[in-house]
């Protein structure tokens, strides 16, 4: 199971976020609950990538919020953002900022292999069926062994992306005298990181690995 925040310390943490009027890391007012902040925030990750605008507008045709159960991002290069981003997955817990991040990192970065794969001449009808495949699947849903190696590629460097912003935003804070926002921010830093590395290990599972 993933690791959460609960009792004491998740009060805490969010009555911190009340008091700052930002999520609980402090990198953007949240949580996210509507289109608007949701395409603000994927531009927002998108410029720690180094992401313009205009880059932005070319990897992705459309940014929707709250229209399916999970975030994705699809061959009509929509990227979708879950109503549930950066709260736990299964259980009811506090919104960390840092696990939205991470998770609009990852959806970005698929984004940026498949319009990579097409700007070098790749075909997308064969980019997806490498990725869903009923003949070559591992899964019962028709995910092939390629779709889990981008899995872990595309969450490896949103984790790595999280970490650093994070590390930097942490130094900042203490440097400012404000040691309880930095704290806090660690501790959900360590919970995004440890969701994430359990997320990558259930897939390296699938793997065999």
């Known amino acids: 199971m993933l690791l959460r925040l609960r009792g004491v310390q998740a009060a805490r943490v969010q009555e911190r976020s009340r008091e700052l009027g930002q999520g609980m890391a402090g990198f953007a007012k949240g949580p996210i609950t509507d289109q608007g902040k949701a395409i603000s925030f994927v531009h927002e990750v998108g410029r720690h990538m180094g992401l313009s605008a205009d880059d932005i507008g070319k990897v992705t045709s459309r940014?929707?919020?709250?229209?399916?159960?999970?975030?994705?991002?699809n061959g009509r290069r929509v990227l979708h953002l879950s109503s549930s981003i950066g709260k736990p997955?299964?259980?009811?817990?506090?919104?960390?900022?840092?696990?939205?991040?991470?998770?609009?990192?990852?959806?970005?970065?698929?984004?940026?292999?498949?319009?990579?794969?097409?700007?070098?001449?790749?075909?997308?009808?064969?980019?997806?069926?490498?990725?869903?495949?009923?003949?070559?699947?591992?899964?019962?849903?028709?995910?092939?062994?390629?779709?889990?190696?981008?899995?872990?590629?595309?969450?490896?460097?949103?984790?790595?992306?999280?970490?650093?912003?994070?590390?930097?935003?942490?130094?900042?804070?203490?440097?400012?005298?404000?040691?309880n926002a930095a704290g806090d921010t660690r501790r959900l830093l360590a919970e995004a990181l440890s969701e994430s590395d359990e997320y990558i290990s259930s897939i390296k599972k699938v793997l065999g690995q």
Not at 63 to 73: C, R, V
Not at 151 to 177: F, K, P, Y
């Open 89 to 179: 997955l299964f259980k009811e817990g506090p919104y960390n900022e840092l696990r939205a991040f991470l998770e609009v990192a990852h959806e970005l970065n698929h984004a940026l292999v498949y319009h990579r794969y097409i700007e070098a001449g790749g075909n997308s009808g064969k980019f997806w069926e490498s990725r869903f495949n009923a003949t070559r699947a591992i899964d019962p849903k028709g995910r092939t062994r390629n779709y889990y190696v981008d899995e872990i590629n595309v969450e490896g460097a949103a984790a790595e992306l999280t970490s650093s912003v994070s590390t930097q935003a942490i130094q900042a804070l203490e440097a400012s005298g404000r040691f």
């Open 63 to 73: 940014i929707e919020f709250g229209l399916k159960p999970s975030s994705s991002f």
